[in-house]
T-cell receptor
Framework: EAGVVQSPRYKIIEKKQPVAFWCNPISGHNTLYWYRQNLGQGPELLIRYENEEAVDDSQLPKDRFSAERLKGVDSTLKIQPAELGDSAVYLC????????????FGPGTRLTVL | KQEVTQIPAALSVPEGENLVLNCSFTDSAIYNLQWFRQDPGKGLTSLLLIQSSQREQTSGRLNASLDKSSGRSTLYIAASQPGDSATYLCAVRKRWNDMRFGAGTRLTVKP
């Protein structure tokens, strides 16, 4: 069974540029998560989707970050414009149910903003 | 707000040694606690999950314990191997889907 797929794996951009990350969860998983992991820190939740609905986006900086999950499968996380402080690893995870099921993580996208 | 702390931040041991990683949390009203492993450039892999009603979980050479009243969990690794080198993170789930991570312990096992 394929795991969570993320692309790109690495991205280097200049500040004020836009950037987008893509995530394909495990087939059949209803819940999708986006996390941000700063260097030397644990992941922090940005947004959680149950099917197509964003049910927890309280930690998403809405002035520059946006996300969507069309048809309840793939998801895209966008930053526009990027700032120096956005440099981090962006992790996508998915779980089967909408409860506290085990989350399966993708390899992440490492973003560097110059 | 739930705070999760992991000590030590880094640990280096010779192969074959038994070791203990520590995790503490400030709010004891948790749903469960999970230990993850993270290899460089890769995502997180779940190792052990302890429900709030449980005291410990075991998987192979790994044993995790939970003491909710004191806000502590330990991950015990027996007979460490170089392949165990990774960052180990604990995560505490308070509500249905609110998971808070510690910063991790970076483990190096030297041959």
């Amino acid at each position: 069974e394929a795991g969570v797929v993320q692309s790109p794996r690495y991205k280097i951009i200049e500040k004020k540029q836009p950037v987008a990350f893509w995530c394909n969860p495990i087939s059949g998983h209803n819940t999708l998560y986006w996390y941000r992991q700063n260097l030397g820190q644990g992941p922090e939740l940005l947004i959680r989707y149950e099917n197509e609905e964003a049910v927890d986006d309280s930690q998403l900086p809405k002035d520059r970050f946006s996300a969507e999950r069309l048809k309840g499968v793939d998801s895209t996380l966008k930053i526009q414009p990027a700032e120096l402080g956005d440099s981090a690893v962006y992790l996508c995870a998915s779980s089967y149910g909408t409860g506290p099921d085990t989350q399966y993580f993708g390899p992440g996208t490492r973003l560097t903003v110059l | 707000k739930q705070e999760v702390t992991q000590i030590p931040a880094a640990l280096s041991v010779p192969e074959g040694e038994n070791l203990v990683l520590n995790c503490s949390f400030t709010d004891s009203a948790i749903y469960n606690l999970q230990w993850f492993r993270q290899d460089p450039g890769k995502g997180l892999t779940s190792l052990l999950l302890i429900q709030s009603s449980q005291r410990e979980q075991t998987s192979g050479r790994l044993n995790a314990s939970l003491d909710k009243s004191s806000g502590r969990s330990t991950l015990y690794i027996a007979a460490s191997q170089p392949g165990d080198s990774a960052t180990y993170l604990c995560a505490v789930r308070k509500r249905w889907n609110d998971m808070r991570f510690g910063a991790g312990t970076r483990l190096t096992v030297k041959p």
